[in-house]
């Protein structure tokens, strides 16, 4: 496993703060995944670097596994009810086919170079009729432009942002650390791969600045929001 892998090692207190401190935007976030989730119950569940488990803490993890290459972020998962199956990267882990009902990727993709062979083995993984969910912020979002400019600056404080930047913006290092890609690439790899019945969501719809103010609602489709949730069906 290569540094990029556990760049969440020595983070997992400031991912959590920053949800804890960003509260609205977590509601709105939460209200997203359990959307794009669906009904669980009864279900065998994959999270794709399940991180923490901070959103997980908020479902019914009976039946729901993780993987995870951050140890630190892992370990928190575990005590959070997540049977963690293996502190790696998807790229490493081997999984027995036709196993899932669902296997999900909240905000791991973001951390990808590569996503095809992530989402065959996710595929072979996935039983008959069961569903990959992928939620993300997007590349082409305000959240996008957001990061990769301070990915580019490598600082938020810059005279070009003066006035535009949230009170208290995702940690520079993870944003600069991401891969993000548009939606519509991974639209594409899915489509490619044999996935169907494509169908997807959204929240996060105000500009950044003002995203923390409430809690936003979740709507159908990709094109608007900083959030956003696909579902596609093996
Ligand atoms: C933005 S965090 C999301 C964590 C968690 N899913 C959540 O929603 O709070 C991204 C997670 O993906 C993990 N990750 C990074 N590269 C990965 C890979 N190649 N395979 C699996 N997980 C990966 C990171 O360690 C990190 O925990």
């Given at each position: 496993?290569?540094?990029k ?8 207190a ?5 949800f804890m ?5 977590f ?16 279900k065998r569940?994959?999270s ?7 959103f997980e ?9 993780g ?6 972020m892992g370990k928190?998962a575990?005590?959070r009810?997540i049977?963690?199956?293996?502190y ?6 081997d999984?027995?086919?036709?196993t ?7 905000g ?6 590569d ?13 008959e009729?069961?569903r ?19 990915k580019?600056?490598?600082?938020y ?10 009170e208290?913006?995702?940690?520079l290092a993870?944003a ?7 939606t519509?690439e ?5 489509e490619n ?9 959204q929240?996060?719809?105000?500009n ?5 103010e ?5 709507l159908?489709?990709?094109?608007s ?5 696909i579902?596609?069906?093996?």
């Open positions: 496993m290569n540094a892998n556990v760049m969440f090692d020595g983070y997992a400031q991912y959590d703060e920053w401190k960003n509260d609205n935007l509601a709105s976030e939460l209200k997203l995944f359990q959307k794009a989730l669906g009904n669980i119950e009864g569940l994959l794709v670097g399940c991180g923490s488990g901070l803490s908020y479902i019914d993890c009976t039946n729901l596994e993987i995870e290459p951050s140890e630190d928190i575990q005590k009810g049977k963690v199956i293996s790696s990267t998807i790229e490493d882990v999984l027995a086919d036709s899932y009902d669902i296997i999900y990727f909240n791991s993709s973001s951390y990808i170079a996503l095809r062979p992530a989402y065959d083995k996710c595929k072979r993984a996935l039983k009729g069961g990959l969910v992928l939620l993300d912020v997007p590349k082409e979002s305000a959240f996008g432009f957001m990061y990769l400019l301070g580019s600056l490598n600082t404080d810059h005279e070009f942002l003066d006035g535009a930047m949230p208290l913006p995702y940690p993870l600069a650390s991401g891969v993000w890609h548009t519509e991974k639209i594409g790899i899915l791969l044999g996935f169907a019945n494509l169908s997807y969501y929240t996060l719809i105000k950044p600045l003002y995203t923390n409430e809690p936003e609602e979740v159908e489709g990709y094109k929001g900083g959030y956003v949730a579902v596609a069906e093996c």
